[in-house]
């Protein structure tokens, strides 16, 4: 019952806007509700680097993931996290998990990452849907989407009809095989970032399960 309502509830957010539609876009970083442990994460289909259709519940399906949802290869506090996870993905690896890296980045960006390996993987987010549906996305404030627009964030149209800029709180999920969260950390402030034993401790614990 509760999958039916959440899959229902998500299927209200699945469109990029070109007009006006209700969206899951928090005013402020700070009012974002991030989908917690207990939860299930939607089916979405994303793009990979070389454009290529990737199915996420497909891929969740083959061992636990570690899925890490960041603001673009442009924010320095990502690309950061991302190298650092970087240096873990063998310890990761040992303990059974993937590593799947998400951004409103487009394909064309993704492919400039120096980041190659089979395990762990980036994917585009462009539209800011999976963002929307794990209830991370959220609209810039006029100042910053001033500099952000048409580079680094995602232009949308408000009910109002308002152009405004929507990125995603950066957050890391610990997913098992049927997509299902065992651990969540999401923080507005996008200076903090999880540490690497903690992380490695929340998968510890899923792979013991």
Avoid at 22 to 43: C, D, F, Q, R, W
Avoid at 95 to 117: F, T, W
Avoid at 173 to 180: A, E, H, I, T
């Amino acid at each position: 019952m509760l999958k039916s309502i959440l899959l229902s509830y998500i299927f209200l957010f699945t469109f990029h806007v070109s007009a006006n539609t209700s969206l899951n876009i928090a005013p402020a970083a700070e009012k974002v509700s991030p989908l917690m442990p207990g939860l299930t994460i939607p089916a979405l289909t994303l793009k990979d680097q070389n454009g290529k259709n990737v199915v996420l519940a497909q891929r969740f399906a083959e061992r636990t993931t570690v899925l890490i949802v960041y603001r673009g290869g442009w924010c320095p506090y990502c690309s950061k996290q991302l190298a650092n996870v970087q240096k873990i993905e063998t310890e990761l690896a040992d303990l059974g998990a993937q590593i799947i890296a998400v951004s409103p980045d487009s394909p064309e960006k993704l492919a400039e990452s120096k980041i190659d390996s089979t395990n762990y993987q980036l994917l585009s987010d462009d539209s800011l849907l999976l963002s929307q549906a794990l209830g991370l996305a959220f609209y810039l404030d006029d100042k910053t989407a001033a500099i952000y627009r048409n580079k680094l964030g995602v232009n949308f149209v408000s009910l109002t009809g308002k152009a405004q800029v929507a990125l995603p709180v950066p957050a890391v999920f610990v997913v098992d095989k049927q997509g299902l969260i065992h651990f969540q950390y999401a923080n507005p402030n996008y200076k903090v970032r999880l540490t690497e034993s903690l992380l490695l401790a929340a998968v510890k614990s899923v792979s013991e399960q």
